[in-house]
C-alpha cells in the first residue's frame, strides 16, 4: 500500500444549515423545532446559547469558501434549511433562493463540489405540531420540498442526498428526550422511522421522474455492534442492535426491501406501522446511487433482560469494552478499526455500492487550553484521530470497498443542538464573541493529506 487514494478522491467537510448559518429568524426562515425549543426552555441548551446566530455562515460564507479552498476542499456538504427555503411550506422564500444559489455558485467557482442535503433534524415548527414524522401529512410536505429544492438549484448542484441520520430523531425523539417529542414510545419510534424512509424515497422518486442531471443516495451513521462474547445470547444482543439502529434504513434504501428481522421485532412488540403495499414498492423501485456513512464510534452491547427488560433493555443492554480507548470530553469509544469493518459489511452485503466517509471526527472540550503563544490550536489529538482512521478505511479500499470520499465533521466549530459549543470539532476554530475564525493544526495538516491525495508517512 502506497498511501495514495484513487484519483478524484473526495477531501472535504460536512455541515448543517441549522448548525452553522445562523440569521435563524432573518431573510424570511421560518420556526424550526429548535427554534421553538430555545425560546421555550433555554435552561435545557448547555450554557444557554440558541440556534440564532450559530457559526454565522449566512453573512461569512465567501470568507468560509475561501478558507475551504485554502485547506484543500474539493468538496463539501451541507443542507438546505427546509423552513428558509418554504417558510410556510408552500411560498418560495426569493431572500433563500438567493443565498444558495450565491453559496453553490461560489462554492463551484473556488473548485469545491457541492454535496447538499435535504433535511437534517431541522423539523419546521408548523409541521412539529401537526405531529412531525408521525404524519403521513408531513411526508408528502417533504416531497413537495424536495421537488422544489431540485427545481431552484438542480443547475448547480448535482449530488444530493435526501437525510443526515434519519435513526438519530426516532432515537433521541421517540426514545430519549434529546430531539422533540422527547418521549419514550416504541410504537411512535416506528411510526416515525417508517414515514421518514417514505418521504425518502418519494424524494428519490421526484428526482428520477423529474429527469435530474446527477445522483441522489442518503447519510446514515453506522454503528457497528459487537457483542460482549460469543455466548449466543450476547452475539443475539448484537443482531437486534444492528437491525434497529444499522439495518432497518440501511437495507431498504440500499437493497430496497426490510430485513426479515424487522418483522420479528414488530409482532414481539406488537407494533402495527401502517404501510401500504403500494409504497413497499417505491421502496424497491427506489434504492440509493450512493451512501454517506458517518462513523464516530462502535456499539458494543450485551444480553439483555428478557422477561423483566423495559423497551429495548429486553433486547440488548450497553457493555463497555474494558480495552476501548475513550474520548474523556464525549464519552464515545474511538474505535478506527470500525471504518474499515463498515467497508467490509458495504462491499459484501450491500452489493458494494460506491459509498463516502460523511462525517468522522473528534470534538473536544476546552480547547483553549491547546492554544499555543501564536494563537494557534495545537490539535495533535484530531490529527492522529483522522490518519488512524484514513489508514484503516485505506485498507478496506484496497481489499475491494467502493469508496470515493472523505469528509470531517466539520469545517468551523458549530452548534450542537442541547450541547452547543461545547465539544468542537472543526479544523477551524470559531471565536464565539467575534465570529473571527483561526485555523487549527489538523486544518494544515488536512491541507498536505488532500492536496497530495495521500497520506504522509509520518506528521
Known sequence: MNNRFPEGFLWGAAASGPQLEGAGSKHGKGKTVWDYWFEADPGKFYQQIGPETTSNFYNQYKEDILSMN???FNSFRTSISWARLLPDGTTINPEAVTFYREVFSRLRDHGVKSIVNLYHFDMPYRLHLKGGWENRETVEEFTHYAKIAFETFGDLVN?????????????MGYLNDKHLPGVYDLKRAAHA?????????????????????GEIGIILNLTPSYPRSDFPEDKEAAKWADLLFNRSFLDPVVLGRYPLEMAEFLELEAIDVP?????????????IDFLGVNYYQPRRVQAGDKGIGVGLDKYFKPYQWPEAKINP??????????LYEISLNIRDNYRNIPWYVAENGIGVEGEEAFLDEEGEVQDDYRITFMEDHLRWLQKGMVEGSNCFGYHVWTFIDNWSWLNEYKNRYGLIRLDLKTQTRRKKKSAYWFKQVAVKNRLPEKW
Open 70 to 72: 485554502e485547506i484543500g
Open 159 to 171: 449530488t444530493w442526498t435526501t437525510f443526515n441520520e434519519p435513526i438519530v430523531p426516532v432515537e
Open 275 to 287: 404501510y401500504k403495499n403500494t409504497e413497499l414498492d417505491l421502496i424497491k423501485d427506489n434504492t
Open 193 to 213: 422511522a417508517y414515514f421518514t424512509l417514505l418521504a425518502h424515497v418519494k424524494a428519490i422518486s421526484v428526482f428520477r421522474e423529474s429527469g435530474h442531471c
Open 329 to 338: 470530553y464525549r464519552g464515545w469509544e474511538i474505535y478506527e478499526k470500525g
